[in-house]
């Protein structure tokens, strides 16, 4: 073995230790005599110093180094001189002096820094996919997915499931997207299709009478790419019989509730998962995966929207369309280039244009507001009472802006759901540590 001990699980207790090490130089720092390194492998850094009094031979293979070399390093774990700890690292108190060094493989420089978590174009990530792969986020990325998967099965087994591997090559069956097809050797003119998920063939296992499937399945889906879309995805596909539906919601709660709190304690789950119909998650939130970290929930206000004098409310009405609108606490004092900018954002994003009603004033209730404390173009075709009916189906008071779109339900649905995460985070109300 070409090294002992692991550089990022090296602490306190090790003081003492003569360790190897074989890792990636991370960064050099030259202080003179004394150098130092950051040495990288899979399970994080530890800081490596040269010194000429002690190891020569090991300090003359320390002034070589350059940034992603590979070295192996042997030497003696000892604490930090005091007021030199880094609290930032699990390997901050101890330090390891060199007394041998090899490199193992020098390393010409890399396009883009390893060690900076810096902005890189994608398509220089991907051509030298494997320099991306060394970045701390995406390994810790890879070690966390590892985790989750095996957490899954360990969950599962305990619950009496099976994990079947099903079939890559299958039949063509109707699905949601186009199939990837696989001309088949034996027979030309014939051809496979790759699973766009194990649908069919679990529900087989379900009737061969194995009650409880899991699988971490590979599906193949041939469609545009999209944020959420991809041409390969891997999923936890699962069965069960003799179950009703409750018992299935009841399993995956329990499963995504106890994983995150495992494998990441400092985020949290929204307990117990709220229970809402599709159409009720149109009609609130526009969107049938709405962000419940914050509220902002829509209000269809077409009904008040008709009894005004606005052309433009008419006109929509009259082609089926609806006017709806969510608030925007405490907002109402936002400038003109502010309203610009979200007017602009619910454009981009498939509205005909954003109204705003600001209810100025420093808080109150709506009931006492006056048709002075109404900044909007909508000030002279609505009146008093329309304006307060929509306040209190938004659920907003003195000081909130109200924000409204028009036009045809998928469109307007689909611009206010983007409006409304975006105001959700402008205003800091998505908790990043709560999922929901």
Same mark, same amino acid.
Request: hydrophobic letters at 40%; glycine letters at 6%; one cysteine or more.
């Given at each position: 073995?070409l090294?002992n001990?692991s550089?990022? $699980?090296?602490?306190?207790?090790n ?66 001189p005091?007021?030199?700890?880094n ?27 390893i ?21 701390p986020?995406?390994r810790?990325?890879?070690i ?8 899954i ?18 039949k063509s ?7 990837? $097809? ?7 003119? /014939?051809f ?13 296992l ?24 991809q041409?390969?995805?891997? /999923? ?8 009703e539906?409750?018992?299935?919601l009841?399993?995956i ?36 995966k ?6 902002l ?11 005004? /004098?606005?052309?433009?409310f ?6 089926g ?10 907002c ?6 502010? $309203? ?37 173009v ?6 008093i ?11 907003a ?15 307007t649905?689909?611009? $206010? ?20």
């Amino acid at each position: 073995m070409l090294k002992n001990f692991s550089c990022g $699980l090296l602490r306190h207790n090790n003081l003492g230790e003569t360790v190897t090490l074989a890792g990636w130089v991370h960064r050099r720092r030259d202080h003179g005599n004394l150098i130092f390194i950051d040495l990288r492998d899979r399970d994080g850094l530890a800081q490596v110093v040269f010194n000429p009094e002690i190891a020569p031979q090991a300090h003359k293979v320390g002034e070589a180094l350059r940034n992603e070399w590979v070295i192996q390093v042997s030497g003696e774990v000892v604490p930090r001189p005091k007021g030199t700890e880094n609290p930032n690292l699990p390997t901050g108190e101890i330090e390891v002096i060199a007394k041998e060094a090899h490199v193992l493989n020098a390393s010409k420089t890399p396009p883009f820094y390893i060690n900076e978590d810096a902005e890189v174009d994608e398509s220089l990530r991907l051509k030298y996919r494997y320099l991306d792969l060394r970045k701390p986020r995406i390994r810790d990325n890879l070690i966390l997915r590892h985790k989750v998967v095996k957490f899954i099965r360990d969950f599962l087994d305990k619950r009496g499931f099976l994990e079947i591997e099903t079939p890559i090559l299958i039949k063509s069956t109707p699905e949601g997207a186009r199939d990837y $097809l696989v001309p088949s050797r034996l027979y030309p003119g /014939q051809f496979y299709a790759l699973p766009q998920s194990p649908q069919q063939l679990k529900q087989l296992l379900m009737v061969a009478g194995m009650e409880r499937y899991f699988q971490i399945a590979r599906c193949f889906r041939d469609e545009d790419l999209r944020a959420d879309r991809q041409p390969e995805h891997t /999923q936890l596909d699962l069965e069960m019989s003799f179950v009703e539906q409750g018992d299935i919601l009841a399993l995956i709660e329990e499963l995504c509730t106890a994983l995150v709190e495992t494998l990441t304690p400092n985020k949290r789950m929204l307990k117990p998962f709220p229970h809402i119909t599709y159409s009720q998650s149109m009609d609130k939130y526009g969107t049938d995966k709405p962000d419940l970290r914050f509220g902002l929930e829509m209000a269809d206000l077409s009904d008040v929207a008709a009894r005004s /004098q606005f052309k433009i409310f008419h006109s929509v009405l009259s082609q089926g369309g609806i006017v709806k609108g969510f608030n925007a606490p405490g907002c109402a004092q936002y400038s003109r280039r502010q $309203l610009d900018e979200i007017t602009e954002f619910a454009k981009a994003r498939g509205a005909q244009g954003l109204i705003t009603i600001a209810l100025e004033g420093d808080g109150g209730s709506v009931s006492d507001m006056t048709h002075e404390q109404i900044r909007s173009v909508l000030a002279h075709y609505v009146s008093i009472e329309d304006v307060r009916e929509m306040a209190n189906r938004l659920k907003a008071k003195i000081g909130d802006l109200l924000l409204l779109v028009a036009g045809p339900a998928k469109a307007t649905n689909l611009a $206010l759901s983007h409006l409304r995460h975006e105001m959700g985070h402008r205003l800091g109300l998505a908790d990043p540590n709560l999922l929901a």
